[in-house]
C-alpha cells in the first residue's frame, strides 16, 4: 500500500505529515512557508519527512493537499485585480450590497458592506435581458460588448468576472461574452457566474464569482508550481487536493472551479480534532486551529462539522459550499500597530513567513503577535525543531516602538495589550459560530492545535468558559494530519431545470449512470477500486416555491417507474442530480501512552520566567515528548514539542490524557 502524504501550505508555515499505510506509523516535519513560490517550501518538507521515515519519494502512493492560499489572498486582500462584465443597469451591484435590520423597525441599522473585490472603474456593462425563466426578453448587444471589453484593455486587470441578471436561468449570453472576451482580453482568465454557483439572487452570484476571479491566477499557478514540484522531488503518486466542503478533487478541477478552495487548508484540520475527539469520546466540541496567518474556528456537534452554502472569510461571506468554518486574519505574524485614532489594532494583514516576525532575524521590521509572545516569554528560543531561532532582544525593540506609539512606559505592557486584544477577537469569533448555531461555548469542550492555537488556548478557554480545552499531540500539523488520513471523496452534479414531466425514466437512470460513471472513474485513478467507494445520490427540486432534497436510493432507481417514486408531482422541477463517492477512511493506529505518576518530574527541563498579569511570575518548561499518562502539569508553564507551545497559566493545570491529548482546565476545578 505505501505511504500516504498530507501536506498541508498555510501563509506562514508548510506542515507535512507522512503515514505508513499498513502499520499506520506517522513522520511530521514543520518548515518555513515560501510565498514566492510554495513549491519550494513543500520540496524541503518532503526531503526532510521521507529523510525522518528512511523511504524514497517513490514509496509515496498518494498524496493529499490542503492549503490556505485562498483564505489568505481573502483576508489580506492580495488576490487579482478583478474585472466586471453586469447587466446594464447594475453595475453598482457589489458597491451596494446588502443591508441587514438585526433588530426591530425603528432598531439600528447595521450594514456592514466588504470592500468590493472589483473597482467600479474595471466594471462594465453590457446590453441584454433573460427572464427568471429562462427567456431572451432582449438579446445581446454583441457590438456594444465588443466595444465596453475593449475599454478594459490597459486596466491592468489580471481576471474576468461575467454575471448577468438571471444567468442562472439561461447563461447563453454569459457565454457568448466569454467567447468575445477571449478575444478582446487574451490570456486573461474568466470565471462566469452561472458556472461558478447556480444562485437565482443576483449579488450573492456575482459576490462569489467575482471571488472566484479574485483568486483564480494565483491558485492555478500554485497549483501547476506544485505538480512541478512534486515531479522533481521524484513523486510520481497522484494528487488530490482538498476542498473547503471536504470534498479531494483533481488539480485540474481544482484550477476550474478556485472558489471550492476557500477554507481547504481549516477542513483537514477538522478532521483530524474530529478523530482525536473521538478517541477521548467527545462529540460535542469547538475547534481552535491558529496558525501564523489566520485563526479558523468550527462547532462540532454529535460528531459531525456542519456544512454551510457560504464561507466566511473576514468580512466577507460568499455562496460556496464548505465546512461551517469562519476564518478570521488573527494568527502569530497577524501585525500590531496603532491606528489613526490612537487605538491598538492586531490584523489582518501579516508578516507570513518572509520577512516574518521581527523575533525571526529575517528582516521583519513590524511588532507581530509572534514577537509579543517572545518577550512575554511563552515561546522558548526556536519553532518548528529548530528551523527557526528566536531573537527576544529584537523583539523587545519592536515592541517598544508600538509602546512608544500607545504612549505606555513598557514594551511588556504593549506585548500584554496585544496578546490580550488577539485573544479577544477570537474569543468573539469563537462566540459567533456557536452562537449562530443556537449553542453556548461554555457547553463546548475546545480543541486547539496549529503552530499557535495551544499559545492562546489556555486564555482562550478562561473567555469561553470551554472546558477542557485539549491539545492533542503535534497540534501544529494536524490539518497535514486530517489530508493524510481522511478517506478520498469525490462529487459531480448534472444540471437539468425540467419538470419531471419533460424526463422520461430512462433517461433519469442514464443521467444518473453517467455521474457515477464520471466520478467513480475520477477516484479509481486516486486507487480507491469501484468495489471499495460507497455512492450518496441525491435530487434537488423545487416545488411550490421551495427547493427540496430527495434521495435517489437504490429501491427508487429500480422502481418501475423512477419519477413517480421521487414523491413529488409531475409538475415539480428537477433542479439537479448530485453524487458523492466516498472511499475508505485510512487506519490510523492511536498513540497508547504508558501510564506516569502525577508529577511528571523527568519532563522537567527547565526553569524560566514569563509575564503575566503584569508582572514576572516562575514558570517551569517541560518536554512533550518525555510525558506520561496521568502525568499533571501545574501552570504557570510552557510545554514544547517540534511544531507547537502548549502554554499553561497560572492557576490551571494540563493532564495528560492516555491519546497524547493534554487536557486543560482551571486547577482543582470540579468541571468534568
Given at each position: 500500500?505505501?505511504?500516504?502524504?498530507?501536506?498541508?501550505?498555510?501563509?506562514?508555515?508548510?506542515?507535512?505529515?507522512?503515514?505508513?499505510?499498513?502499520?499506520?506509523?506517522?513522520?511530521?516535519?514543520?518548515?518555513?512557508?515560501?510565498?514566492?513560490?510554495?513549491?519550494?517550501?513543500?520540496?524541503?518538507?518532503?526531503?526532510?519527512?521521507?529523510?525522518?521515515?528512511?523511504?524514497?519519494?517513490?514509496?509515496?502512493?498518494?498524496?493529499?493537499?490542503?492549503?490556505?492560499?485562498?483564505?489568505?489572498?481573502?483576508?489580506?486582500?492580495?488576490?487579482?485585480?478583478?474585472?466586471?462584465?453586469?447587466?446594464?443597469?447594475?453595475?453598482?451591484?457589489?458597491?451596494?450590497?446588502?443591508?441587514?435590520?438585526?433588530?426591530?423597525?425603528?432598531?439600528?441599522?447595521?450594514?456592514?458592506?466588504?470592500?468590493?473585490?472589483?473597482?467600479?472603474?474595471?466594471?462594465?456593462?453590457?446590453?441584454?435581458?433573460?427572464?427568471?425563466?429562462?427567456?431572451?426578453?432582449?438579446?445581446?448587444?454583441?457590438?456594444?460588448?465588443?466595444?465596453?471589453?475593449?475599454?478594459?484593455?490597459?486596466?491592468?486587470?489580471?481576471?474576468?468576472?461575467?454575471?448577468?441578471?438571471?444567468?442562472?436561468?439561461?447563461?447563453?449570453?454569459?457565454?457568448?461574452?466569454?467567447?468575445?472576451?477571449?478575444?478582446?482580453?487574451?490570456?486573461?482568465?474568466?470565471?462566469?457566474?452561472?458556472?461558478?454557483?447556480?444562485?437565482?439572487?443576483?449579488?450573492?452570484?456575482?459576490?462569489?464569482?467575482?471571488?472566484?476571479?479574485?483568486?483564480?491566477?494565483?491558485?492555478?499557478?500554485?497549483?501547476?508550481?506544485?505538480?512541478?514540484?512534486?515531479?522533481?522531488?521524484?513523486?510520481?503518486?497522484?494528487?488530490?487536493?482538498?476542498?473547503?466542503?471536504?470534498?479531494?478533487?483533481?488539480?485540474?478541477?481544482?484550477?476550474?472551479?478556485?472558489?471550492?478552495?476557500?477554507?481547504?487548508?481549516?477542513?483537514?484540520?477538522?478532521?483530524?480534532?474530529?478523530?482525536?475527539?473521538?478517541?477521548?469520546?467527545?462529540?460535542?466540541?469547538?475547534?481552535?486551529?491558529?496558525?501564523?496567518?489566520?485563526?479558523?474556528?468550527?462547532?462540532?456537534?454529535?460528531?459531525?462539522?456542519?456544512?454551510?452554502?457560504?464561507?466566511?472569510?473576514?468580512?466577507?461571506?460568499?455562496?460556496?459550499?464548505?465546512?461551517?468554518?469562519?476564518?478570521?486574519?488573527?494568527?502569530?505574524?497577524?501585525?500590531?500597530?496603532?491606528?489613526?485614532?490612537?487605538?491598538?489594532?492586531?490584523?489582518?494583514?501579516?508578516?507570513?513567513?518572509?520577512?516574518?516576525?521581527?523575533?525571526?532575524?529575517?528582516?521583519?521590521?513590524?511588532?507581530?503577535?509572534?514577537?509579543?509572545?517572545?518577550?512575554?516569554?511563552?515561546?522558548?528560543?526556536?519553532?518548528?525543531?529548530?528551523?527557526?531561532?528566536?531573537?527576544?532582544?529584537?523583539?523587545?525593540?519592536?515592541?517598544?516602538?508600538?509602546?512608544?506609539?500607545l504612549g505606555i512606559p513598557r514594551s511588556f505592557e504593549a506585548a500584554e495589550q496585544v496578546v490580550e486584544l488577539v485573544n479577544d477577537n477570537m474569543a468573539a469569533a469563537l462566540r459567533l459560530v456557536s452562537v449562530r448555531q443556537g449553542a453556548e461555548p461554555k457547553?463546548?469542550?475546545?480543541?486547539?492545535?496549529?503552530?499557535?492555537?495551544?499559545?492562546?488556548?489556555?486564555?482562550?478557554?478562561?473567555?469561553?468558559?470551554?472546558?477542557?480545552?485539549?491539545?492533542?499531540?503535534?497540534?501544529?500539523?494536524?490539518?497535514?494530519?486530517?489530508?493524510?488520513?481522511?478517506?478520498?471523496?469525490?462529487?459531480?452534479?448534472?444540471?437539468?431545470?425540467?419538470?419531471?414531466?419533460?424526463?422520461?425514466?430512462?433517461?433519469?437512470?442514464?443521467?444518473?449512470?453517467?455521474?457515477?460513471?464520471?466520478?467513480?472513474?475520477?477516484?479509481?485513478?486516486?486507487?480507491?477500486?469501484?468495489?471499495?467507494?460507497?455512492?450518496?445520490?441525491?435530487?434537488?427540486?423545487?416545488?411550490?416555491?421551495?427547493?427540496?432534497?430527495?434521495?435517489?436510493?437504490?429501491?427508487?432507481?429500480?422502481?418501475?417507474?423512477?419519477?413517480?417514486?421521487?414523491?413529488?408531482?409531475?409538475?415539480?422541477?428537477?433542479?439537479?442530480?448530485?453524487?458523492?463517492?466516498?472511499?475508505?477512511?485510512?487506519?490510523?493506529?492511536?498513540?497508547?501512552?504508558?501510564?506516569?505518576?502525577?508529577?511528571?518530574?523527568?519532563?522537567?527541563?527547565?526553569?524560566?520566567?514569563?509575564?503575566?498579569?503584569?508582572?514576572?511570575?516562575?514558570?517551569?518548561?517541560?518536554?512533550?515528548?518525555?510525558?506520561?499518562?496521568?502525568?499533571?502539569?501545574?501552570?504557570?508553564?510552557?510545554?514544547?514539542?517540534?511544531?507547537?507551545?502548549?502554554?499553561?497559566?497560572?492557576?490551571?493545570?494540563?493532564?495528560?490524557?492516555?491519546?497524547?491529548?493534554?487536557?486543560?482546565?482551571?486547577?482543582?476545578?470540579?468541571?468534568?
Amino acid at each position: 500500500m505505501g505511504y500516504r502524504l498530507g501536506v498541508d501550505v498555510g501563509g506562514t508555515f508548510t506542515d507535512v505529515l507522512l503515514v505508513d499505510q499498513v502499520t499506520g506509523r506517522t513522520f511530521r516535519v514543520k518548515t518555513p512557508s515560501t510565498p514566492d513560490n510554495a513549491g519550494l517550501g513543500v520540496r524541503r518538507g518532503i526531503a526532510l519527512v521521507c529523510e525522518q521515515a528512511g523511504i524514497g519519494p517513490d514509496e509515496i502512493s498518494q498524496v493529499v493537499h490542503g492549503t490556505t492560499l485562498a483564505t489568505n489572498l481573502i483576508l489580506q486582500g492580495k488576490g487579482a485585480r478583478v474585472g466586471l462584465v453586469t447587466t446594464h443597469g447594475f453595475r453598482r451591484m457589489l458597491q451596494i450590497a446588502r443591508s441587514y435590520l438585526p433588530g426591530p423597525l425603528a432598531g439600528w441599522v447595521q450594514w456592514p458592506k466588504p470592500e468590493p473585490l472589483a473597482r467600479m472603474e474595471n466594471t462594465i456593462e453590457v446590453a441584454e435581458r433573460v427572464d427568471a425563466e429562462g427567456r431572451i426578453v432582449q438579446p445581446l448587444d454583441v457590438p456594444g460588448a465588443r466595444e465596453a471589453l475593449r475599454g478594459l484593455r490597459g486596466s491592468g486587470i489580471e481576471a474576468l468576472t461575467i454575471s448577468l441578471l438571471n444567468s442562472y436561468a439561461n447563461d447563453v449570453h454569459e457565454r457568448m461574452l466569454a467567447e468575445i472576451a477571449a478575444e478582446e482580453l487574451p490570456g486573461v482568465p474568466i470565471s462566469l457566474s452561472a458556472t461558478v454557483i447556480a444562485e437565482p439572487r443576483e449579488y450573492e452570484r456575482a459576490l462569489a464569482a467575482v471571488a472566484d476571479s479574485y483568486v483564480r491566477p494565483r491558485v492555478a499557478r500554485y497549483l501547476d508550481d506544485l505538480g512541478e514540484v512534486l515531479a522533481s522531488a521524484g513523486i510520481t503518486a497522484p494528487l488530490s487536493i482538498l476542498r473547503g466542503d471536504g470534498v479531494q478533487t483533481m488539480p485540474d478541477r481544482a484550477a476550474d472551479h478556485p472558489l471550492g478552495l476557500l477554507l481547504s487548508g481549516p477542513v483537514g484540520g477538522v478532521a483530524g480534532a474530529s478523530w482525536f475527539a473521538e478517541q477521548l469520546g467527545l462529540r460535542d466540541f469547538l475547534t481552535f486551529d491558529m496558525g501564523g496567518t489566520s485563526t479558523d474556528i468550527t462547532l462540532v456537534r454529535d460528531g459531525r462539522p456542519r456544512l454551510a452554502k457560504q464561507a466566511i472569510v473576514g468580512r466577507l461571506e460568499v455562496r460556496t459550499s464548505s465546512v461551517d468554518v469562519r476564518s478570521v486574519g488573527a494568527g502569530g505574524g497577524s501585525i500590531a500597530l496603532v491606528d489613526e485614532n490612537g487605538e491598538l489594532v492586531v490584523g489582518p494583514e501579516s508578516a507570513g513567513a518572509r520577512p516574518g516576525p521581527v523575533a525571526y532575524g529575517l528582516g521583519g521590521d513590524e511588532p507581530t503577535v509572534t514577537d509579543a509572545n517572545v518577550l512575554l516569554g511563552h515561546l522558548p528560543g526556536k519553532l518548528a525543531g529548530g528551523e527557526i531561532m528566536l531573537d527576544r532582544a529584537a523583539a523587545r525593540r519592536a515592541l517598544k516602538g508600538l509602546a512608544h506609539e500607545l504612549g505606555i512606559p513598557r514594551s511588556f505592557e504593549a506585548a500584554e495589550q496585544v496578546v490580550e486584544l488577539v485573544n479577544d477577537n477570537m474569543a468573539a469569533a469563537l462566540r459567533l459560530v456557536s452562537v449562530r448555531q443556537g449553542a453556548e461555548p461554555k457547553d463546548f469542550a475546545l480543541l486547539a492545535y496549529g503552530g499557535a492555537g495551544p499559545l492562546h488556548a489556555n486564555a482562550i478557554g478562561v473567555l469561553t468558559g470551554s472546558w477542557p480545552v485539549i491539545v492533542p499531540p503535534a497540534p501544529g500539523v494536524l490539518c497535514a494530519h486530517g489530508d493524510a488520513t481522511a478517506g478520498l471523496r469525490d462529487e459531480d452534479t448534472v444540471i437539468i431545470r425540467r419538470t419531471l414531466d419533460e424526463i422520461d425514466n430512462s433517461e433519469l437512470r442514464a443521467l444518473v449512470d453517467d455521474l457515477e460513471k464520471s466520478v467513480c472513474h475520477r477516484l479509481e485513478a486516486l486507487g480507491v477500486a469501484c468495489a471499495e467507494q460507497t455512492l450518496c445520490r441525491s435530487a434537488v427540486l423545487r416545488d411550490g416555491g421551495r427547493e427540496v432534497h430527495v434521495e435517489l436510493a437504490d429501491a427508487i432507481l429500480a422502481a418501475p417507474d423512477p419519477l413517480a417514486a421521487i414523491g413529488h408531482p409531475p409538475s415539480a422541477e428537477l433542479v439537479r442530480i448530485d453524487l458523492v463517492a466516498q472511499g475508505p477512511r485510512l487506519n490510523f493506529t492511536a498513540t497508547a501512552l504508558p501510564p506516569g505518576e502525577a508529577v511528571p518530574v523527568t519532563a522537567l527541563v527547565a526553569h524560566t520566567e514569563i509575564w503575566h498579569g503584569g508582572r514576572p511570575v516562575d514558570a517551569r518548561i517541560y518536554d512533550r515528548a518525555k510525558l506520561l499518562a496521568g502525568n499533571v502539569i501545574v501552570g504557570p508553564a510552557i510545554i514544547m514539542e517540534m511544531d507547537s507551545t502548549t502554554l499553561v497559566l497560572p492557576d490551571h493545570a494540563a493532564t495528560v490524557h492516555p491519546t497524547g491529548c493534554l487536557l486543560l482546565r482551571p486547577h482543582r476545578s470540579r468541571l468534568s
